[in-house]
């Protein structure tokens, strides 16, 4: 799986996409148009950090440093995933302003 | 609550284990400006008069919310045909569902998207009959279609809702499925849905009009596969392939009464949008009943539940909880019998028959249609 994602780039959750608490299931979801994501915590714990100011390599950064893990394993898994969600439409990417 | 602890049972009964839904799809009307000869609702349309008011629908939306739903597809016939639309929109998204709203584009105006948008719209899904007005606006026997959904393509972008493109696809505008995906970039659409048509109720009598070739079958795969490719991280593609064609039934639902449920104009609480041509089968309406009640304890919800209600090729296979024996509808229609294997799957013993008879439909010549009408009185 080749990367979309750069470690300069800002991902957000664009319009129509949004974190959500499923009450019944007692799990956090994700939202976007005609699919219902269920995350794990690791997943939630990527998705809370797209604040749309802070690049990939920072959110990074601050994942390895709150989690006390290696940079290049936590780049590895949050590119993945973000990956994932870039190819679905879920995740969009700006530049740095 | 004593009901509440009964054992469900499948139509053999055999214990089943409901699951909880995720996704209902809301037809809050039968009513529609188009007459698309595969419309997928019902051939007996249920009338404005019998349509259940927002506040019901409101209701609706909290009990499913409870029992697990996270979206809501709001559809119809053309959900723009309520006047209510808006009241609906946001009893949906105070009940803290997610709203798609699935709609023609036609009958909705520029202040109403807005006001839909206000209401709480988070994604809409736009539907394309063809790729110019001449071919749209035959196969959706609605003159002056394709300038309207242009519009309404353009205030969608304006107002910045995502936009998913629905194309149906068919023997009559398969060959341009390419300029379908290529509108669809254009508009600024995040997703594309190809869906062939299913040959239930509308379509069943226009098979002959409708039925895509094989050859066509394969160039709409390798269209797909090829946009896939192309477009990715820019556009999604879905794709409903023709199953005439195919060598495993689709998994109709995910599994009947596993994930999703339909309530209908009227409030009938449906498996799947088609489940009505099961004849014998009886459904249950939120009006005299909760959605909860009708999903965990319904006669029909519980029917085809689980995998005991399988007969052999089904019961013996390993892809049976892969493809669930496939379309229960589609069994009724092509086999007579709701429980028997999908006769698209290329096990059932009718299969020979499915696809000498799709082949041949195939190979008509006509392009007339019979096109979708509500019938006269009543």
Known sequence: MSTLIQAHDIPYLPRGVRLQGDRVRGIRVLQAPERALQLDQIGEAILSELDGARSLDQIVRDLAARYNAPVDQIAGDVRDFLTGLIERRMVFLKDAA | MKDQQAQPRDLDGNPVTPGLPMAMLAEVTHRCPLACPYCSNPVDLVRASKEISANDWGRVFRQAADLGVLQVHISGGEPGARKDLAQIVGHARDAGLYVNLITSGIGITRDRLIELDRAGVDHVQLSLQGIRPDMADRISGHPG?????????????????????????????????????????????????????????????????????????????????????????????????????????????????????????????????????????????VQERSLSEIWHLSDSFNAFRGTAWMPEPCRGCERKTVDFGGCRCQAMALAGDARATDPVCSKSPLHAGVVARAEEDAAATTTDFVYRRMSKGG
């Not at chain 2, 809702?161 to 659409?189: K, S, W």
């Not at chain 2, 104009?265 to 949008?273: A, E, S």
């Not at chain 2, 088609?274 to 249950?284: L, V």
């Open chain 2, 145 to 285: 279609s394709w300038d309207k959904k242009m519009a309404f393509s353009d205030w969608v972008t304006e107002i910045g809702f995502p936009l998913t493109i629905n194309a149906v696809v068919h023997r009559q505008n398969m060959e341009r499925l390419p300029d379908m995906i290529d509108l669809a970039e254009r508009l600024g659409a995040r997703r594309i849905e190809v869906a062939t048509v299913q040959f239930h109720g509308w379509a069943d009598r226009n098979r002959g009009a409708l039925m895509p070739t094989r050859e066509q079958a394969e160039f709409a795969r390798q269209v797909v596969n090829a946009g896939r490719i192309r477009l990715r991280g820019r556009m999604v593609i879905d794709y409903v392939p023709a199953d005439h064609h195919a060598v495993y039934p689709k998994a109709c639902m995910g599994g009947w009464g596993s994930t999703g449920l339909n309530v209908g104009p009227d409030g009938t609480v449906l498996p799947c949008h088609a489940a009505q041509t099961i004849d014998w089968m009886r459904f249950e309406n």
